[in-house]
């Protein structure tokens, strides 16, 4: 039972560049986040998904798209990469989106913005 | 940050000590959860408290939960060098929201 995955693991890019961070759970979750850690700052949320169809911003969506593409997958996009964006990336899944259950993380993207 | 801060931000500790540390948090809860995250991995989830419950025991985990002050502990006992890692609270309104962590360091 692989949980969530999350690629690349590892990414670096120069200023104004695009890419996209991919996240698939198996778990049959309805709801899938992404996260940003950086330190001092904790786990900040940018964008979430309470079921197939719909996504919503967090705290710091600015700069970041998302497309939940199907059940299983979510992905969230960089249109044109700044320094800012470094940062450590983390997929979640939930069964529900109000938070009777806990989430489940993937092992991070650590994406480098030069 | 919507969530709030966790306190203190680092504790060094021997094994065998108790290890406590605190989460507050802004906005009324269902729930308040506890993550644990080791270095350069992803957060695992280690206990869960309803905004109904008052204390709640895991194993060596015991969390307390005070909506009133908007607050909560956790309480490792017994550390061991394998619990060094960093520790999330997390409130649950409508959505998932982190404080910034506490750095536990346990020195075998």
């Known amino acids: 039972n692989a949980g969530v995955t999350q690629t690349p693991k590892f990414q670096v890019l120069k200023t104004g560049q695009s890419m996209t961070l991919q996240c698939a759970q198996d778990m049959n979750h309805n709801s899938m986040y992404w996260y940003r850690q950086d330190p001092g700052m904790g786990l900040r949320l940018i964008y979430y998904s309470a079921s197939e169809g719909t996504t919503d911003k967090g705290e710091v969506p600015n700069g970041y798209n998302v497309s939940r593409l199907n059940k299983r997958e979510f992905s969230l996009r960089l249109e044109s990469a700044a320094p800012s964006q470094t940062s450590v990336y983390f997929c979640?899944?939930?069964?529900?989106?109000?938070?009777?259950?806990?989430?489940?993380f993937g092992e991070g993207s650590r994406l480098t913005v030069l | 940050s919507q969530q709030g801060e966790e306190d203190p931000q680092a504790l060094s500790i021997q094994e065998g000590e108790n290890a406590t540390m605190n989460c507050s948090y802004k906005?009324?809860?269902?729930?308040l959860q506890w993550y644990r995250q080791n270095s350069g991995r992803g957060l695992v989830h280690l206990i869960l408290i309803r905004s109904n419950e008052r204390e709640k025991h895991s194993g060596r985990l015991r969390v307390t939960l005070d909506t009133s002050k908007k607050s909560s502990s956790l309480l490792i006992t017994a550390s061991r060098a394998a619990d060094t890692a960093s520790y999330f609270c997390?409130?649950?309104?409508?959505?998932?929201?982190f404080g910034t962590g506490t750095s536990l360091t346990v020195i075998p």
């Open positions: 979640a899944s939930s069964e529900w989106t109000v938070s009777t259950g806990e989430l489940f």
């Open positions: 997390s409130s649950s309104g409508n959505q998932f929201y």
């Open positions: 906005t009324s809860i269902n729930n």
